[in-house]
């Protein structure tokens, strides 16, 4: 989540649990198409200074915060409409995701997150898509107990095993 600096319209969720100090390097681009299925986001592919950034990658998992849910999708395509890169300022580029499932909290306060397959609230114009976080994707990847092995660790994150179900 971020800090409330400004008023985002769409953005419903609450923003206590960041610490007022802590920036918005999560947040990556806007929803600008969504067709129930997939969504496609506007964003940049390098920063302010012209770096590129590398946070937009095929395969990679993002969220997209919907207040009460965080929708999750898997981006699998990624491109300039323009189809040329600039050396000064920002390249905006489009990133196509197909949404996979949600996230919402769990019901007790410290429990961990749920994460379900389906989309009950779709993502509007102008939501804010950011890095998902890591506790959501854990979530994603969680095997509700099922006997399971490691077989190593998520790209995304490497703080995460990668398992397998065995069952």
């Given at each position: 989540m971020f800090v409330e600096r400004e008023v985002s319209v769409g953005e419903a969720t609450s923003?206590?649990?960041r610490n007022r100090e802590q920036n918005d390097k999560r947040i990556l681009g806007n929803v600008v198409q969504c067709d129930?299925?997939?969504a496609?986001?506007?964003a940049y592919a390098d920063?302010?200074?012209?770096?590129?950034?590398?946070?937009?990658?095929?395969?990679?998992?993002?969220?997209?915060?919907?207040g009460s849910t965080r929708t999750v999708g898997l981006v699998y395509e990624i491109g300039k409409s323009d189809r040329a890169w600039s050396n000064e300022g920002q390249n905006p580029i489009e990133v196509s995701i197909e949404?996979?499932?949600e996230v919402r909290d769990g019901a007790e306060p410290g429990a961990k997150?749920?994460?379900d397959r389906g989309i009950t609230t779709y993502p509007h114009i102008g939501a804010i898509a950011h890095r998902i976080r890591?506790?959501?994707?854990?979530?994603?990847?969680?095997?509700?107990?099922?006997?399971?092995?490691?077989i190593g660790t998520l790209s995304?994150?490497?703080?995460?095993?990668?398992?397998?179900?065995?069952?």
């Amino acid at each position: 989540m971020f800090v409330e600096r400004e008023v985002s319209v769409g953005e419903a969720t609450s923003q206590e649990r960041r610490n007022r100090e802590q920036n918005d390097k999560r947040i990556l681009g806007n929803v600008v198409q969504c067709d129930g299925a997939r969504a496609t986001i506007s964003a940049y592919a390098d920063d302010v200074e012209g770096t590129v950034t590398g946070l937009w990658t095929v395969g990679k998992m993002i969220s997209i915060n919907l207040g009460s849910t965080r929708t999750v999708g898997l981006v699998y395509e990624i491109g300039k409409s323009d189809r040329a890169w600039s050396n000064e300022g920002q390249n905006p580029i489009e990133v196509s995701i197909e949404l996979i499932g949600e996230v919402r909290d769990g019901a007790e306060p410290g429990a961990k997150p749920v994460f379900d397959r389906g989309i009950t609230t779709y993502p509007h114009i102008g939501a804010i898509a950011h890095r998902i976080r890591s506790r959501d994707l854990q979530a994603v990847y969680d095997l509700a107990g099922r006997h399971s092995i490691t077989i190593g660790t998520l790209s995304q994150d490497e703080a995460i095993d990668a398992n397998i179900a065995i069952d």
